[in-house]
């Protein structure tokens, strides 16, 4: 689910808000409200700025066996504006099959907003991925479009051998092969290293993260994590009483030495399954809040 929400969703927006933004940051970069989600930012913005330096979750791909297939469907809502952004509505599906030796995901983001300057905007994303569940493997594909026009289609697959040197092969926008930092994870097993680092009591981690929705290779992330239990707000949804959850919020930086501030922010309540609701997306000129509409776990393959 971060990995989604990350770039995937900011580059749909980013022609929404071309002006740069008065710190010299990029247009879409988050500043969100509330305490908890600021309480990252210091750690955050230092692990940016000293990329090099070693992280607390540069580690093998961690096991995502504890992860289920679910369809989520969330309603999407204008939490705040900082001007530009007049409204903003829409929806999101994600839908995650247990394949037995791969998951599978296919997640759809439809956003309409109006803006000062440019009208009414409907903005579109399809992302999906095919990825084996030691960590090795991920098939991608990722088309967001603006009005019906396609503005990025980006696709390839990526490899990790078993001492965690990785490398990228783009197919689109345009073909080319990047090499990919040790320790980078691919989307299921960076949900993975979340919950495991949550479920354990630590405070943070680090890891890289490549999820094929743009052509820049791996990213970093700065990962927040406050509590973990029974939930101490309402669940949304009945299959999710009896799972443990905690807050978590991600911030997600480019690796390039300017990288000081992150790219996108994003915070929200995780389930021990993998399941996701509350969510806060800034993008910086504007904050959406996530509502999980409806929830649906299919049962596991008898034949895995």
Not at 184 to 204: C, E, S, V
């Amino acid at each position: 689910m971060t990995a989604f929400l990350r770039r995937h969703a900011r580059r749909a927006f980013s022609h929404i808000n071309p002006t740069p933004r008065p710190d010299g940051g990029r247009p879409f970069r988050a500043y969100l409200a509330s305490a908890f989600l600021l309480s990252a930012l210091p750690s955050a913005c230092l692990a940016a700025a000293h990329p090099s330096s070693p992280t607390p979750a540069s580690a093998p791909a961690t096991a995502t066996s504890t992860l289920v297939g679910q369809r989520a469907l969330y309603d999407l809502s204008l939490a705040e504006s900082g001007g530009n952004t007049l409204s903003a509505t829409g929806s999101m599906t994600y839908v995650v099959r247990d394949t037995c030796s791969a998951w599978s995901t296919q997640q759809h983001l439809d956003i309409q907003s109006a803006t000062r300057n440019g009208g009414a905007v409907n903005m579109v994303s399809d992302y999906t991925t095919l990825e084996s569940k030691d960590g090795r493997h991920l098939v991608f594909r990722t088309v967001q479009k603006s009005n019906d026009a396609v503005l990025q289609v980006v696709s390839g697959e990526a490899n990790v051998d078993a001492q965690g040197h990785g490398v990228v092969q783009y197919e689109k926008p345009i073909k080319k092969t990047l090499k990919l930092p040790e320790g980078t994870l691919f989307p299921m097993a960076h949900t993975a290293a979340i919950l495991a680092a949550a479920q354990r009591g630590a405070p943070n981690i680090a890891p890289l993260l490549f999820d094929g929705t743009g052509p820049d290779g791996a990213q970093e992330t700065y990962i927040t994590l406050l509590g973990w239990g029974p939930p101490k707000d309402p669940v949304t949804s009945p299959t999710l009483t009896n799972q443990s959850a905690g807050r978590v919020h991600v911030a997600f930086f480019s690796r390039t030495p300017d990288s000081i501030l992150p790219d996108y922010e994003i915070g929200m309540r995780y389930f021990a399954n993998g399941v996701s609701d509350m969510l806060d997306m800034d993008f910086g000129d504007f904050r959406m809040r996530g509502t999980l509409h409806s929830l649906t776990l299919p049962p596991r393959a008898a034949h895995c």
